[in-house]
């Protein structure tokens, strides 16, 4: 069974530094990961995925990087603002299935 | 990327009503649709798997007689709580599934209270 966890559970820290956020899980038979920025009381807003096939992906100030073999993803932010303050989620999809398993989440706040 | 849309964003019902939510996609036709379920503090937790015309696939421990789904349209899912109950309480999230990098955009939720 396919566990995906995040570490830290919650981060706070000042404007300007360069953070990282960590995902592991369990089985590495992935077809895709995705990490997801979640804002209180609303919906997910995808911020990058990464094939299986793929060692990173980058969007602006965010880096996401996936090494399969060990079952691990980070997720660079840098220069974080306090608007890149809410809950970070990673989740993987299987092969064969079109199911995300989602990661605990990460709360973030930075604040100036 | 693509537009969903859920309503209501929030419903308040008393204990032993149904409650109807509606995931739409707003930009393309999607085959499948899912929802999701979000305790307080918790992450999300697949529910089921709608597909247009067919019956939805639901999740172990989901009970599909409680948690109605029907996707009858290529751009119109809902999801209907029979007979809630104060423990349904949760944050309810749609996604439809774009592309053939499988990758899901998600609705902004609905907000369940049961009194």
Known sequence: KQEVTQIPAALSVPEGENLVLNCSFTDSAIYNLQWFRQDPGKGLTSLLLIQSSQREQTSGRLNASLDKSSGRSTLYIAASQPGDSATYLCAVTLYNTDKLIFGTGTRLQVFP | ?115
């Open chain 2, 1 to 115: 990327g693509a537009v969903v849309s859920q309503h209501p964003s929030r419903v308040i019902c008393k204990s032993g009503t149904s409650v109807k939510i509606e995931c739409r996609s707003l930009d393309f036709q999607a085959t499948t649709m899912f929802w999701y379920r979000q305790f307080p503090k918790q992450s999300l937790m697949l529910m089921a798997t709608s597909n247009e015309g067919s019956k939805a696939t639901y999740e172990q421990g989901v009970e599909k007689d409680k948690f109605l789904i029907n996707h009858a349209s290529l751009t119109l899912s809902t999801l209907t709580v029979t007979s809630a109950h104060p423990e349904d309480s949760s944050f309810y999230i749609c996604s439809v599934e774009r592309g053939d990098l499988g990758e899901q955009y998600f609705g902004p939720g609905t907000r369940l209270t049961v009194t």
